[in-house]
């Protein structure tokens, strides 16, 4: 390790005056009049706060970490998987047509035409009206339309399903109700209770 020269009458701490992994001051030098030190300008690529590259090694990004990394990418990936739920809440009614979406919740009322989507869940408050193809459905509240379910549809006790209904499965709790044009889809994956 690297140590200044004393000047004459300067004492001897024992503290080195530079780091050598960062060249910077470890002492703080002589005060200019008034008591502020002047700032030194941080090398290039250092952001504030974040120590500057050694020779010969890439700046790392700010929280560069691994496991800070990891939790980034992490977090991008669970709001890339939000993007694609939605939501109506209660009091808030919707129309129009719905594509692309993972999951619809509905608290509220909905009266769309629904393509593209994997799963409807339809609160006890909720209503919706219309049009949907989807892979599977839960409904707490109230269906109505035309309704096609590739895989499960679950009539919760408080649930209610009237209109044109096509499922692969189907699952009614005690309470629920459905009516209208209802049929099994041809096609549709026996259910352990069919292949015995």
């Given at each position: 390790?690297?140590?200044?020269?004393?000047?004459?009458?300067?004492?001897?701490?024992?503290l080195?005056?530079?780091?050598?992994?960062?060249?910077?001051?470890?002492?703080?030098?002589?005060?200019?009049?008034?008591?502020?030190?002047?700032?030194?300008?941080?090398?290039?690529?250092?952001?504030?706060?974040?120590?500057?590259?050694r020779?010969?090694?890439?700046?790392?990004?700010?929280?560069g970490?691994?496991?800070?990394?990891?939790?980034m990418a992490?977090?991008?990936?669970?709001?890339?998987?939000?993007?694609?739920?939605?939501?109506?809440?209660?009091?808030?009614s919707?129309?129009?047509?719905?594509?692309?979406?993972?999951?619809?919740?509905?608290?509220?009322?909905?009266?769309?035409?629904?393509?593209?989507?994997?799963?409807?869940?339809?609160?006890?408050?909720?209503?919706?009206?219309?049009?949907?193809?989807?892979?599977?459905?839960?409904?707490?509240?109230?269906?109505?339309?035309?309704?096609t379910?590739?895989?499960?549809?679950?009539?919760?006790?408080?649930?209610?399903?009237?209109?044109?209904?096509?499922?692969?499965?189907?699952?009614?709790?005690?309470?629920?109700?459905?009516?209208?044009?209802?049929?099994?889809?041809?096609?549709?994956?026996?259910?352990?209770?069919?292949?015995?």
């Amino acid at each position: 390790m690297f140590t200044r020269k004393r000047r004459d009458g300067e004492e001897d701490t024992g503290l080195p005056d530079r780091a050598e992994e960062h060249s910077l001051p470890l002492r703080p030098g002589p005060r200019p009049p008034g008591g502020i030190q002047p700032s030194r300008p941080l090398p290039p690529g250092a952001a504030q706060g974040q120590p500057a590259a050694r020779a010969g090694e890439a700046p790392r990004p700010p929280g560069g970490s691994p496991v800070e990394t990891t939790l980034m990418a992490a977090a991008v990936k669970l709001r890339e998987s939000e993007a694609r739920r939605l939501t109506v809440g209660r009091d808030i009614s919707l129309s129009g047509d719905i594509t692309s979406c993972d999951e619809l919740v509905v608290e509220g009322s909905v009266e769309a035409n629904i393509a593209n989507c994997r799963q409807i869940e339809i609160a006890e408050s909720g209503l919706f009206k219309g049009a949907a193809t989807i892979e599977e459905a839960e409904v707490r509240g109230r269906f109505e339309g035309a309704l096609t379910v590739r895989g499960r549809l679950f009539i919760r006790n408080a649930g209610k399903v009237t209109g044109t209904v096509r499922y692969g499965q189907i699952e009614i709790e005690r309470g629920g109700q459905i009516s209208g044009d209802v049929e099994a889809s041809p096609g549709a994956a026996p259910t352990d209770e069919t292949r015995s």
